[in-house]
């Protein structure tokens, strides 16, 4: 069964300090995947996107990693911000295009 | 275009009434879909079109939900005789899916929260 698993489920740092988010799939064939930011009440926006041959890909103080053999990827934020306070999505594709979401990872940002 | 666009972004219903979404997705994409998401979860897939031709329902569509894309352009979510239930947000995306990559980028309106008293 195709499923996308998150992990903490919320996670709560002081301003300035890196995190690391984690997602477990195990989506069949697996053809890409995407970590998105979701604020409160608005919708979720792309930050990454990785396919099977990519392991890391960085978009500014976010980092996403992926180890498609053991089917994991993180999203590593640097140097956080208030504004980086959001739901941190991973969505995971198939080749024939089913598309799984996991439940997301709630991340606030104190300063 | 600036983007997915979705309204109203807000709608109170009591329930029992019938309450209709417009999603106007970024002009050139063929592949629009619906979502629902509540509090604390991610979005779970409701219904997917590729131009104007409904090609997936999930278990989650029941009768009382009917989703159109009549021109291929804007859809509509309708929910007839809302339930308490359905008190959720509905979220609309698109995407451009071109030949064997089915899965591109989808792009996400803002949501219409849906408030069932």
């Known amino acids: 069964k195709n499923q996308v698993e998150q992990s903490p489920q919320s996670l709560i740092i002081l301003e300035g300090k890196n995190c690391t988010l984690q997602c477990n799939y195990t989506v069949s064939p697996f053809s890409n995947l995407r970590w998105y930011k979701q604020d409160t009440g608005r919708g979720p926006v792309s930050l990454t996107i990785m396919t099977f041959s990519e392991n890391t890909k960085s978009n500014g103080r976010y980092t996403a990693t992926l180890d498609a053999d053991t089917k994991q990827s993180s999203l590593h934020i640097t140097a956080s911000q208030l504004s980086d306070s959001a739901s941190y999505i991973c969505?995971?594709?198939?080749?024939?295009?089913?598309?799984?979401f996991g439940a997301g990872t709630r991340l606030t940002v104190k300063p | 275009d600036t983007g997915v666009s979705q309204n109203p972004r807000h709608k109170i219903t009591k329930r029992g009434q019938n309450v209709t979404f417009r999603c106007d997705p970024i002009?050139?994409?063929?592949?629009l879909y619906w979502y629902r998401q509540t509090l604390g979860q991610g979005p779970e897939f409701l219904t997917y079109f590729q131009n104007e031709a409904q090609l997936e329902k999930s278990r989650l569509l029941s009768d009382r939900f009917s989703a159109e894309r009549p021109k291929g352009s804007f859809s509509t979510l309708e929910i007839q005789r809302t339930e308490q239930g359905d008190s959720a947000m509905y979220l609309c995306?698109?995407?451009?899916?071109?030949?064997?990559?089915?899965?591109?980028?989808?792009?996400f309106g803002e949501g219409s929260r849906l408030t069932v008293l």
């Open positions: 969505v995971v594709s198939a080749r024939n295009n089913d598309m799984r």
């Open positions: 002009s050139e994409h063929n592949r």
């Open positions: 995306a698109s995407s451009l899916a071109r030949g064997t990559d089915v899965t591109g980028e989808l792009f």
